[in-house]
């Protein structure tokens, strides 16, 4: 298991709603040795102006999805893990219902984490990739 302590979907979706994953009602749906999954439905919240989810939604999905695994990784007394470059390819267009985020780590280094992080359709059919490189920080003090 990659996580630094053993934690529940149903304690990372108890997290506050007061950030834009809880805006996009984003559900985290499962925690495994190495990945970590979320759903966000693709509705007037997530559309662009042409009635189809929006690249950015998706990245916002994908970048959620990386910072908690590596939020998870790391020793949270001690550290924090920020966005450092994020990146995503939209393969295909998705118009209703829900994505599915699947977070799989590349690189987990003591100071940087690359994620590999696919998007999938209501049907399975990927449509988006993304990958995300958090960097592990210092935890502010005071």
């Known amino acids: 298991m990659i996580w630094f302590k053993q934690v529940t979907v149903e304690q990372l979706n108890s997290r506050p709603k007061n950030h834009i994953g809880g805006l996009l009602d984003i559900v985290f749906t499962e925690i495994g040795e190495d990945y970590l999954c979320a759903t966000m439905p693709v509705d007037e919240r997530t559309h662009q102006p042409a009635g189809i989810l929006h690249g950015g939604a998706s990245v916002v999905l994908a970048e959620t999805l990386g910072s908690i695994a590596s939020y998870l990784c790391v020793n949270p007394e001690r ?60 935890k502010p003090q005071g």
């Open 79 to 138: 550290f924090i893990a920020v966005g450092l470059e994020v990146n995503a390819n939209h393969l295909r267009s998705v118009s209703s219902g829900y994505v599915k985020g699947v977070c799989k780590p590349l690189h987990i280094g003591a100071k940087t984490h690359v994620w590999d992080i696919k998007l999938y359709n209501e049907k399975g059919k990927i449509t988006c990739v993304s990958r995300l490189t958090t960097a592990i920080l210092p």
